[in-house]
């Protein structure tokens, strides 16, 4: 009797190819390590380009855009230019990998796994979770389609409800990423009734991923329903000889997806049906390339060898990475001057949602004024110091110049166009600014990450005060933006910061703010005065 052979525990437990290549991929769309660090996210350049794979744009480790946020976000501005780009890339992704994005390198789906390996009782797939696989369908058409287009072409308004009401790696990624930070302890008093909803959706999504496998993406994942439409037709994909199969079925019975056949609109693609394929009919192909070839054969056939990447091929991924971590960290221009600016200190009790926090710095000495103009206060973005000069040349070719508005209380508003909480709100910085415009200096300034033409978005609307962008993105380090919007910020005549805040405001909050400025004002002309 041939004794059993003994294997290592490294054999036994050792990552498959699909497993590191999801690490790998999760680690390659997260590589800005720097932003779990300082709480901020990332606003490169290459923060316009879509990657494959579910992963939140308000991440802070994320290095490109989702590509549902973005194709929901090119709907919403369909009444101002199409989303070409969107698009294409949607077709690129498709038409090459298909759904074997969401098998190798989507890094929802690897979470969806790890939480599938956790011991308890599983849920088989049935009829019934065949049927539930088609509800996915029903979000992409309602959820990521029609109302992002209506709200753009009726009400002009970015709606991207599927991010906004469902999605989990918003609320897993994005919110609690930027939560878990101690750096934006005050963004504990901006959460609501709409935050509560998602973080308990999202409890229950990865509940459902411990008893039933991949849950998320099997029946409610629109990325997963786009990149199904291509399964007859991606390059890259598991493949059945037709001449080799027997139809006996054991593909599909061990399949932990929906799947009627290898390679339908529910298959990823991973390969798992190659190990129970008794016929060796299956294979990873890429067009007539075998890219993995099973172990296993018919009865006769020669033994076939698992092609597994050469030495050269893991060499040039590591390359990759470690490029792309030294870039996102250290190199690119969005991330090498951070830290300049000096942090706000952190609340001790962050303010309830909807008030203004009017606490003021504690009392400092004042330095002499650097920059020429204003209070003399310590250059900086917290509570009670001075913000360092700039300069915008807005979008009605007029010039804004933050050491000319000396003397007038300063509003200083960052918002996007693909923020909803900013459309929001913008009608309310209009009035306040109509109803004290010799008062009043303010100036609204888009994020240097433009979706769609902001003054093509603002023709039509009456909004009184002056717009611009913040093209290199110095306005927002100077005024210690995160990447998170919208965002307020309000200078009392002296040029000192007395409000500093990511978060919507009401016309209330803007009144108290500009009451606080002008009593502030008061006292010190009534101090000077004795």
């Known amino acids: 009797m041939d004794k059993p052979v003994k294997t290592s525990w490294w054999q036994a437990h050792r990552p498959t190819a699909r497993r590191l290549a999801q690490l790998y991929s999760a680690l390659l769309h997260n590589a800005c390590i720097r932003g779990f660090i300082d709480g901020k996210i990332y606003t490169g350049s290459a923060k316009y380009a879509c990657v494959p794979g579910l992963n939140c744009y308000s991440c802070p480790g994320a290095v490109g855009s989702c590509p549902l946020g973005s194709i929901q976000n090119a709907l919403a501005s369909a009444g101002h230019r199409a989303g070409w780009y969107v698009l294409g890339i949607l077709l690129l992704f498709g038409v090459i990998l298909g759904r074997t ?9 690897l979470i969806q796994e790890l939480l599938h390996r956790i011991p308890t009782p599983k849920l088989k797939k049935s009829p019934v979770t065949r049927a539930l696989s088609w509800l996915k369908y029903v979000i992409l058409a309602v959820f990521v389609i029609a109302v992002p287009l209506w709200y753009g072409l009726r009400y002009q308004i970015p709606l991207p409800a599927f991010c906004k009401y469902i999605c989990p790696a918003g609320t897993f990624e994005g919110a609690m990423g930027h939560l878990a930070n101690p750096a934006n302890a005050s963004y504990y008093g901006m959460l609501g009734l709409l935050f509560t909803r998602k973080f308990v959706f999202m409890l229950a999504i990865g509940l459902a991923c411990v008893f039933c496998y991949r849950s998320f993406c099997r029946f409610i994942c629109p990325l997963g329903a786009i990149y199904g439409l291509f399964s007859r037709f991606s390059v890259i994909g598991v493949k059945a000889d037709a001449g080799r199969c027997n ?9 932990g997806m929906d799947v009627r056949r290898v390679g339908d609109r529910e298959c990823i693609h991973c390969g798992k049906c190659m190990d129970v394929c008794s016929q060796g009919a299956i294979s990873i192909r890429a067009g007539n390339v075998t890219l993995r070839a099973p172990e296993t054969g018919r009865a006769g056939d020669a ?14 991924a590591l390359a990759v990475l470690c490029f792309a971590l030294v870039w996102f960290n250290f190199l690119d221009p969005a991330v090498r001057n951070d830290g300049k600016q000096e942090q706000p200190a952190a609340a001790a009790e962050p303010a309830a949602a909807g008030e203004p926090d009017l606490r003021t710095a504690p009392a400092e000495t004042e330095a002499p004024a650097e920059a020429g103009y204003g209070s003399g206060a310590p250059v900086g973005h917290a509570v009670g110091q001075q913000l360092e000069d700039f300069t915008l040349e807005c979008y009605d070719g007029t010039e804004f110049r933050l050491a000319d508005a000396h003397g007038r209380i300063t509003f200083i508003n960052l918002w996007a166009t693909y923020c909803t909480p900013c ?6 910085f209009s009035e306040l600014y109509a109803a004290h415009p010799d008062d009043i200096a ?24 002056p717009f611009a962008t913040d093209a290199d993105g110095a306005v927002n380090d100077i005024v210690g933006g995160t990447g998170a919007l919208p965002q307020t910020v309000v200078l009392n005549r002296k040029g000192k910061v007395i409000y500093n805040q990511v978060g919507s405001v009401t016309p209330e909050v803007l009144e108290a703010l500009y009451g606080e400025a002008e009593k502030q004002s008061q006292e010190r002309n009534e101090t000077a005065g004795q």
């Open 442 to 465: 303010m100036i609204a300034v888009h994020s240097k990450l433009v979706t769609a033409d902001p003054a093509a978005f603002l023709a039509g609307k009456d909004y009184a005060m």
């Open 423 to 428: 459309i929001h709100e913008l009608p309310y």
């Open 247 to 255: 139809r006996c079925g054991a593909c599909v019975r061990h399949c």
């Open 101 to 109: 994005i969401c098998g190798w390198l989507c890094p929802l789906g």
């Open 303 to 316: 033994p076939q060898k698992r092609r597994r990447p050469g030495r050269i091929l893991w060499g040039a």
